[in-house]
């Protein structure tokens, strides 16, 4: 890349996902790999003899829930483990044949970000906040190479930030990080990870903190640099589609040991350890019929907890009783084009989801009416200066109609920015909005006070994102789930009875309403949430985000438990997420919004399968799909979620837009939502998308 | 940036304003009023009204205080009440003093507070690490004053190594003799101002020290050392510089017992006297000046802060 | 329904006060701390029964050493110095921990009110609270004492205005830093008014810091107490005070040491114990920061 590639990487025109052969000495080599942790539960064991190897020019995805140790796993590796409480790092990691363990902390220092460097989750605080991006780029040069002038560095570091497509590089150069968004903040890390050229790339969840049509970008931008460096790979991610995108191998982590190792068509085709069955069956899928999800059951393991059996025992739908299982640890054995560690490794193709699933049917959208939203506006000003004038105003919700029946689920996606939430939270009035109207069962609400308000609000309840932050620390799980009755007066002993009842509905024990929530994990305390938001017996409850933040296969529990509850109370839903394949499998009609508007309604499936707007035929492509036979090549959307700030005229997707950049009548004239082949459609062109 | 100068020095503005009207009040609700004290106890009614005339007392409250802060800007913030001299004149004597005392009392603050806290951010599990803990622990707990009176016994009384009281030398005419005169009253002051600021510089250091942007930094291969000193120190650098502004602000506002113990010839002790001899004028100018230097310095730190942190720079 | 409840299996049965203990003694300095308050709160409570004398019985001569009936010595009036040191305790106690009671009876309303609501309401409480700061606090202390005499109620007050800008600022920021937590929006999307949100939602999640400021600050006001006696501001004589102590020490420092060292000693241990109470505190109730206090106490 010194001399030949000064432009930017570019996709090479022929395969697009060459298939190599990876002989030889690999070029990372975790060897036994034991880390523990001092706490004051006792010694805790996050990583329990991993071994595993990576080639050069090979992709290996790491793969596990929260807690599996992947993570923990490469830093302690690396010697990144700043934790206080290490209590033992023991086994090899070797680079090129050297182990790192074994070196001393100033020699280690000069292999890292020279042979092997990494790349972070969370782009915006990876980046030292008070230090200008191109000099901590520099710095990655300098570390490394004494004799580099602050010229020289300086022009290399503008010939990597145009190589990983930040625009403008001399003036992005001298920018701080908070000028950065994150998907461009990921550019600088990774331009830093490559700019020695490593023979190991270790990247650690470096999409989950983005946006959908980011994250496209982001994995094309390190397909494209692995292949650039010649470098062996390791992602780590909890996300399989980005696993069968992306990984010529993959290793299946649960409670610090390596379970299932082997080729991505073998993990996704024929998997053979349980678990990595039961991830794959746990997953809502674009790419396969709607149907009830197979959701592991309990949680996430406890790692201060440890068993002399196998870690998944207690989980597991083929071991769970056996008592080889419960009583001896399954050793990683070699099987089937890779490696296994279960007594029963056979059995477990079983589980995986039978491509004749009963798909589940669409509720009939013509119901009556429990909320209808017409015309509805937030603008937020934007105040600036000493007087706090409004300088600007942002348009979060722009003239947004829709309807949401008696017991159906409306699913309202789009990015970060997109004004969803704004959305969500004007039908609750915790936003005021601006214009438009609100009604519930038919009744006003924005012109509702004192009594009435009161009343609507009991109808109309919510469940946020964070199961961590949403629920009050300081009061009981039951209690807080019984606010909204003790907000409507209903008396202390029948609130009682209605939340044990609803926690028995949930599936949380009634016992346990007397804890504090610090003792529940984020799938219960999502229950909880779930509880609180039924109590009062509403006809809509709105979800916003509610499975982001909960491992995959605890939110598969949750996504069953939300039908089974629709089943049984007939409350309408209104699902807020940027997860089009979550919100594929709750809703029967789907809301896409861009900046502030919706762009594309429908139902459900037909939007799926045949999207007419750009924006959601470009939102459906940039989903990694958990299948490694269906790789696509594909263009991911350019450029950031916009700034809802920024005026615009015509049509708002223009900008990003594939088809209509240049054309005179997008410029024009903003595009309203009409019929398009039996859905509604804001686009000049949708006839165009297929 | 200019937005936030602007909001920020308005604010200094508007407290300093009330402040102003805080202080000049305060006389009023202290016992006596001047006209009285000035008049003395034996003073019949007559005679006391004529000091009112002559104070401006008899005029409205609103001219009054007008007046005063007209005065107070060009200098002039009356008599005192006992000796003959001004009040600006007064203070002008002690104030060389005090700022002598809280700048070397600062100095030495600071030379015990960054290593320190360094130490233990980086180092927590070493010797010397719990050794600077243990002097914390004891710096937190000990009374200033009463570690003053532990120096003057053991320093002074027992080994006559130095003088038990305290007083002004100027440093650039006799460094050695200001040192003698002035190292007890400064040491007294910034043992404990050195152990809240070595306290809050390791609690930053450390947090910052765990950021996610450090290992960032440490997996491209950089030194260590450059990785605390250029990454980690500044960043915890700039909640401190808050910190030790603050500090230097109340040593500036006269350190009164420790002034007082020493018999040091500060603004402190000059407060305190003037309190006792119900001096009014010297108290309001002296309080007024305290509370202004205060206030100036908070701006100048806050300034400080948003030109070193980018995020507030470039706003 | 099988699978759901076996969600809620392993719930960890501990309870909050079990918790709360266990975490406090995780730090072992945080121990000695509570126990050494308590003991310099019964020593305040039973100072009659366990002082050998009373507080101002004059018995043998004046400026006594160590000896068998006066353990340590006896003062410039031949009052006996433990005695006095043991009953001491009360007026230290008293106003430290009152005055602090008083800051935080009137700061945290105030933060917490400025925080959530924002906008004037925040202008003018933080523009009252940097009013209050700019004063120092022992001079302020001076004012005030001066303006309404020196007794201990007068000494609470005094005090505890000085202390009104640490809650407040704490309230604030611990306020603005949840305001927009899940759980207060939802206490607010169910329909909550404004006061009962700030009151119970918010000012329940706040008690932690506050109870470790409350420590912190009643540490620094027993500093203050201390110092405004030994300038002769302090609780009026003859009741005894550990800063007066050492006011009458003063004059006698060639004579005998022990009456300055040991009301000191009182003091210092005191300041510790609750410095490390405070400490125990913030582990226990998680609040990270140690920056609590950032001025001089003198």
């Not at chain 2, 003057?152 to 002004?168: E, F, K, Q, S």
């Amino acid at each position: 890349m010194r001399v030949a590639g000064s432009g930017r990487l570019r996709p090479a025109t022929a395969e697009p996902h060459p298939v190599e052969e990876h002989p030889g000495e690999p070029a990372l080599r975790i060897d036994d790999l034991v880390v523990e942790f001092a706490t004051p539960a006792g010694t805790v064991r996050a990583v329990d003899h991993v071994t595993y190897q990576v080639a050069r020019g090979e992709t290996l995805a790491v793969v596990g829930e929260t807690g599996s140790g992947k993570s923990v796993t490469v830093l302690a590796a690396l010697g990144l483990l700043s934790a206080g409480n290490v209590h033992r790092v023991s086994g090899r990691a070797e680079v090129g044949g050297q182990d790192l363990l074994a070196l001393p902390a100033r020699e280690r220092r000069t292999r890292l970000g020279a042979d092997v460097a990494m790349i972070f989750q969370d782009p915006m605080s990876a980046l030292d906040p008070v230090q200008r991006v191109g000099d901590q780029i520099a710095e990655a040069l300098r570390a490394h190479d004494r004799a580099l002038t602050a010229r020289t560095a300086r022009a290399r570091v503008l010939e990597l930030l145009t190589q990983v497509g930040v625009p403008q590089p001399e003036i992005r150069y001298d920018q701080y990080p908070h000028q950065f968004s994150g998907g461009m903040c990921q550019r600088v890390v990774i331009a830093m990870a490559i700019a020695n050229r490593p023979t190991v790339l270790i990247a650690d969840e470096p999409t989950t903190a983005l946006d959908v049509s980011v994250q496209a970008q982001i994995l094309e931008l390190l397909r494209l640099a692995a292949r650039e460096t010649g470098a062996a790979t390791v992602l780590i991610t909890h996300d399989l589609g980005v696993v069968a995108e992306m990984a010529d191998r993959a290793a299946v982590m649960y409670a610090g040991r390596i379970v299932e190792t082997a080729p991505v068509a073998r993990i996704f085709g024929r998997p053979q350890h349980p678990y990595t069955a039961s991830l794959l069956a746990s997953l809502p899928r674009l790419d396969q019929p709607r149907g009830r999800l197979r959701a592991i059951p309990g949680q996430p393991p406890d790692l201060r907890e440890r068993s002399a059996g196998c870690a998944f025992a207690p989980r597991c739908p083929i071991g769970g009783d056996l008592p080889e299982c419960r009583t001896e640890r399954p050793l990683l054995v070699p099987r089937d084009d890779g490696a296994v560690a279960c007594h029963h490794a056979g059995q477990a193709v079983t589980l995986l989801p039978q491509p004749g699933a009963r798909p589940s049917a669409a509720r009939p959208d013509d119901a009556p009416a429990v909320v209808e939203v017409a015309g509805l506006a937030k603008v937020f000003p934007i105040r600036r200066g000493l007087l706090a004038r409004t300088v600007a105003t942002a348009r979060a919700v722009d003239g947004v109609d829709l309807r949401i029946g008696q017991g159906s689920t409306l699913g309202l996606v789009g990015e970060s920015g997109c004004g969803k939430s704004t959305l969500a939270r004007s039908l609750i009035r915790l936003l005021e909005p601006t214009a438009g109207s609100i009604r519930i069962d038919g009744a006003d609400l924005l012109r509702a006070n004192g009594r009435q308000l009161r009343r609507l609000r009991q109808r109309v309840q919510m469940v946020y994102q964070d199961p961590y932050s949403s629920l009050n620390p300081r009061l009981s799980v039951g209690d807080n789930a019984a606010e909204p009755l003790r907000l409507a007066g209903v008396p202390r002993t029948e609130r009682r009875r209605t939340v044990l009842e609803l926690f028995e509905k949930v599936g949380l024990r009634p016992e346990h309403a007397d804890r504090l929530p610090a003792e529940f994990s984020g799938g219960q305390r999502q229950r909880v949430a779930i509880a609180r938001a039924l109590a009062p017996g509403p006809a809509l409850v709105i979800f916003d985000e509610p499975v982001s933040a909960l491992d995959v296969s605890v939110q598969a529990q949750v996504l069953n438990l939300l039908r089974d509850l629709q089943d049984e109370t007939g409350v309408a839903y209104l699902f807020v997420s940027h997860d089009l394949s979550v919100v594929r499998q709750m809703a029967d009609t789907v809301a896409v919004m861009y900046l502030g508007a919706i762009v594309e309604t429908g139902a459900a499936g037909q939007l799926y399968r045949r999207p007419r707007h750009p924006y959601t035929r470009a939102l459906l492509d940039s989903i990694p799909v958990p299948d490694p036979s269906v790789r696509r090549s594909r263009v991911p959307l350019t450029g950031d979620p916009p700034d809802p700030t920024a005026a615009t005229t015509g049509c708002r997707f223009r900008s990003r837009c594939p088809l209509g950049r240049d054309r005179a009548a997008c410029a024009d004239r903003t595009p309203e939502l009409r019929q398009v082949d039996g859905r509604w459609t804001a686009c000049h062109f949708a006839e165009e998308v297929a | 940036m200019s937005a936030y100068l602007l909001r920020r020095v308005g604010q200094f503005l508007v407290v300093l304003v009330l402040a102003s009207i805080a202080v000049w009040a305060m006389v009023y609700a202290l016992p006596g009023d001047a006209a009285t004290v000035l008049a003395g106890p034996d003073a019949s009614g007559p005679q006391i009204a004529a000091t009112r005339a002559r104070l401006g007392l008899d005029k409205p409250v609103v001219v009054q205080y007008l007046l005063w802060v007209k005065g107070a800007v060009t200098g002039h913030l009356g008599q005192s009440f006992y000796s003959a001299d001004s009040v600006s004149h007064t203070l002008a004597e002690r104030i060389p003093a005090t700022v002598q005392l809280a700048v070397l009392g600062m100095l030495l603050a600071l030379l015990i507070a960054i290593p320190i806290g360094t130490l233990i951010a980086l180092r927590p599990r070493s010797l010397l690490a719990r050794l600077s803990h243990g002097y914390l622990t004891a710096g937190l707990a000990i009374p200033s004053f009463w570690l003053a009176l532990l120096l003057i016994i053991t320093l002074a009384v027992r080994t006559h190594a130095l003088p038990a009281t305290g007083d002004y030398v100027n440093f650039w005419q006799h460094p050695v003799a200001a040192l003698r005169w002035s190292i007890l009253p400064a040491i007294a002051v910034a043992v404990h101002g050195s152990c809240i600021i070595a306290r809050f510089l390791a609690t930053s250091l450390s947090e910052v020290m765990q950021r996610d942007f450090i290992r960032t930094v440490r997996a491209k291969g950089v030194r260590e050392s450059r990785v605390v000193i250029r990454h980690a120190m500044r960043n915890a650098a700039l909640p401190t510089v808050t910190v030790v502004g603050i500090q230097l602000g109340s040593l500036l506002g006269g350190t009164v017992v420790i002034e007082a113990l020493f018999n040091y010839p500060g603004l402190g002790r000059l407060l305190y006297t003037s309190i006792g001899q119900r001096d009014y004028a010297v108290v309001q100018g002296g309080v007024l000046f305290v509370v202004v230097v205060f206030l100036v310095l908070n701006l100048l730190v806050d300034l400080l802060y948003a030109y070193l942190d980018p995020r507030i720079r470039l706003a | 329904m099988t699978t759901l409840s076996m969600a809620a299996e392993r719930v960890r049965a501990r309870s909050g006060a079990r918790t709360f203990l266990s975490r406090y003694a995780r730090s072992r300095s945080a121990v000695v701390g509570a126990i050494g308050l308590l003991v310099i709160v019964v020593c305040a409570v039973a100072a009659p029964l366990l002082a050998p004398y009373g507080p101002t019985a004059q018995s043998a001569g004046s400026l006594l050493g160590p000896s068998g009936s006066h353990w340590l010595g006896t003062d410039d009036l031949g009052r006996d110095i433990l005695s006095r040191a043991i009953y001491g305790a009360r007026a230290s106690l008293t106003v430290g921990c009152g005055s602090a009671a008083l800051g935080a009876l009137i700061g945290v309303p105030l933060g917490v009110v400025a925080g959530y609501l924002g906008r004037w309401t925040d202008s003018v409480s933080m523009r009252f609270v940097d009013l209050l700061l700019a004063v120092p606090t022992v001079l302020l202390a001076l004012v005030i004492t001066a303006v309404i005499g020196a007794s201990r109620i007068n000494l609470i007050v005094a005090i505890g205005v000085a202390a009104i800008p640490q809650f407040a600022r704490l309230a604030r920021a611990a306020t603005l830093s949840i305001r927009d937590r899940d759980f207060v929006v939802a206490s607010r999307g169910m329909g909550a008014t404004t006061p009962d949100t700030m009151f119970r939602t918010v000012l329940l999640n706040l008690l932690g810091p506050i109870m470790v400021q409350l420590v912190i600050t009643a540490s620094l006001a027993v500093v203050v107490e201390a110092g405004l006696s030994v300038l002769g501001l302090g609780v009026p004589p003859p009741t005894p005070s550990w800063g007066g102590m050492l006011q009458e020490a003063r004059g006698y420092l060639y004579q005998s040491p022990t009456f300055g060292v040991f009301p000191g000693l009182c003091l210092a241990i005191t300041v510790f114990c609750m410095d490390r109470v405070g400490h125990g505190l913030r582990i226990a109730v998680g609040v990270e920061s140690a920056g609590a206090t950032t001025r001089a106490a003198i």
